[in-house]
């Protein structure tokens, strides 16, 4: 069929739509909401059989709906009508949601439901529920959509007609520190992100609360911040204390909460922990490991994927420690993303953003430059969430790599106005050929984990539902035969050795060409940069996106 997927964002679920629609062999065609005449001439030119729209904050022009098969997504169940309705599924603890998808109409949310599906909820945030189970959900009920209409005895289930549930206020979201529990105030913190965040006051400054983590150790009064670590705060509560890692003071955009409040947590303790925390209790922290006989997994949890320089560094030192007593090093990324490259909101908000900048892509190349020179073990990239830019080099820098199939990935830069380091001149076309290295890089769009695989771009795609299973297995099985293994690390050194200069000489030219995106005042990267941070509403959908 032909698809015209009407979306207000190219973000993640509509990244993972339009991933599983190519790979059904479907012709997708993306068009922003944007105003009424764009979607109309968007349906006047690429005449799709059906519209479907996985991500909108706009309605649907009538001209459109009542002329081409319409189809509109909503999180939330049958009955369930109104915005925030997964901020309502978690603020009300329910223990199952799901997704509909409707027919569109003149009322909101009123349409007939052409599919539904279920899902158990976990004990997260509002944006990990979105990633996984509202996806996976909404990938299901899509073709259980296309089931149905491909079926001349479906009809369609009515919705209730129950009246809309009201739009959640910061009121309804505001944390009362001298009664609120620490579950509570975590509660608070997790159906609000990633938008519109908690807000607060925090010492003296207006802002809103992201990223919340439970601290089982130590203690302080409510509302005390009583300690500080890798960018998060420590904050007392009635009955404990929680981490809060990230801050939009108002106006402003996200950044870790010690880049806010800078010198107003001058005094404040900074708590550290090892280089490689066990994982033993429950607290803040953002490199973890644990073992597998000579298995290692390198856990890193870096908010959004982004990796300021500190991060990149630390990283580093970790990989190198960990590896000195492991055969196999998985790298596993945290529980949002695999890794989305340099931090562009710590460059944004630097005041030496060239100086800044080409400190993040020279840290990246380093912990790069470690996975690949590291001869002594086998490395493994394991992409059970997404990964784009950097971060899906930094992958392609291990020896194998390995995927759930739900992964979505964006291995280019360019849409940021910067041309890439991270040795991917090197391993791209290692892996897919330098012609296909190049159309990946130019057109600029998502890939599904099955299709990286077709490409030769990564190694095996687990089931979604099995993945960490299939995953200790693979990494086990490269030790099972002693003797491959030894023949797998000598032939390593080989090519190591053989291709040093070669595979420096990538990087060397790849920092070449970055240098002006960095430094020159007038680079496209500082522009788009800038529009990416603040959430600069686009004016035009991208050619790239249309019929692609």
């Known amino acids: ?126 944006a990990s529920i979105y990633r996984a189970e509202v996806a996976d959900a909404t990938i299901k009920a899509m073709k259980e959509l296309f089931v149905n209409l491909a079926d001349e005895n479906f009809k369609p289930t009515p919705q209730l007609q129950t009246p809309m549930h009201k739009y959640l206020t910061q009121k309804d979201r505001a944390i009362d520190w001298e009664k ?46 009583i300690a500080k670590r890798d960018g998060a705060i420590c904050v007392g509560t009635v009955d404990g204390a929680i981490w ?48 597998d006989g000579d298995v290692a997994y390198l856990c890193f949890n870096f908010h959004n994927g982004a990796m300021t320089s500190e991060q990149c560094i630390r990283l580093k030192y970790a990989f190198d420690y960990i590896k000195e007593s492991a055969k196999v090093v998985v790298l596993i990324g945290a529980e949002e993303f695999f890794s989305n490259g340099i931090h562009l909101n710590i460059l944004e908000d630097s005041k030496k953003q060239g100086e800044d900048g080409w400190s993040n892509i020279n840290a990246m190349n380093d912990i790069v430059k470690s996975i690949i020179f590291s001869d002594e073990v086998i490395t493994v990239a394991s992409l059970h969430k997404n990964a784009g830019a950097g971060g899906v080099f930094l992958a392609l820098a291990c020896d194998y790599v390995v995927a759930s199939e739900a992964t979505v990935l964006n291995p280019h830069y360019k849409t940021l106005g910067l041309s890439g380091s991270e040795y991917h001149t090197y391993s791209l076309p290692k892996r897919v050929g330098e012609a296909k290295s190049k159309e990946l890089l130019e057109d600029c769009l998502p890939l599904s984990a099955s299709n990286a695989k077709d490409i030769g771009m990564i190694d095996e795609v687990f089931n979604k539902e099995n993945y ?66 603040y959430k600069v509403c686009p004016i035009k959908t991208p050619e790239r996106l249309r019929d692609a």
């Not at 105003?35 to 996985?54: G, L, Q, R, T, Y």
């Not at 106006?251 to 033993?280: A, N």
């Open 244 to 291: 809060i890692s990230h801050l939009t003071e108002v106006g402003k955009f996200k950044l870790q909460s010690t880049y806010v409040l800078k010198e107003k947590i001058k005094g404040v303790k900074e708590l550290r922990l090892p280089l490689i925390f066990d994982m033993t209790y429950k607290t803040f922290y953002e490199i973890g490991s644990h073992r």
């Open 180 to 225: 609120d529990t620490t579950k509570e105030i975590i509660r608070k913190v997790r159906f609000s992100d990633s938008y519109p965040g908690v807000k607060e006051v925090l010492l003296g400054t207006e802002c809103y609360l992201f990223g919340v983590w439970e601290e089982e150790r130590l203690r302080g009064k409510p509302k005390e911040v």
């Open 1 to 126: 069929m032909k698809i015209l997927l009407i979306i207000s964002s190219f973000n993640s679920l509509s990244q993972r739509v339009y991933c599983e629609l190519q790979d059904m062999g479907h012709t997708v065609s993306i068009e922003f909401a944007i105003n009424d005449k764009e979607m109309i001439d968007a349906v006047d030119s690429f005449k799709p059989d059906i519209i479907f729209s996985p991500y909108l904050k706009k309605f649907i022009p009538k001209e459109i709906f009542l002329n081409t098969p319409t189809f509109i997504l909503h999180p939330g169940i049958r009955g369930d009508r109104g915005h925030n309705a997964l901020d309502h599924a978690i603020r009300d603890e329910k223990r199952e949601w799901g997704v509909v998808i409707l027919k569109a109409n003149e009322e909101f949310d009123g349409g007939e439901i052409y599919s539904e599906v279920r899902f158990e909820m976990r004990d997260a945030s509002k």
């Open 468 to 533: 960490f299973d299939d995953l200790r297995g693979f990494a086990t099985s490269l030790l099972k035969d002693e003797n491959k293994y030894d023949d797998y690390i000598y032939n390593k050194q080989d090519y190591l050795e053989e291709n040093q200069e070669y595979i420096n000489e990538c990087k060397e030219q790849e920092l070449k060409v970055m240098h002006p995106e960095f430094w020159d005042e007038d680079s496209e990267f500082h522009t788009l940069r800038h529009e990416f941070v």
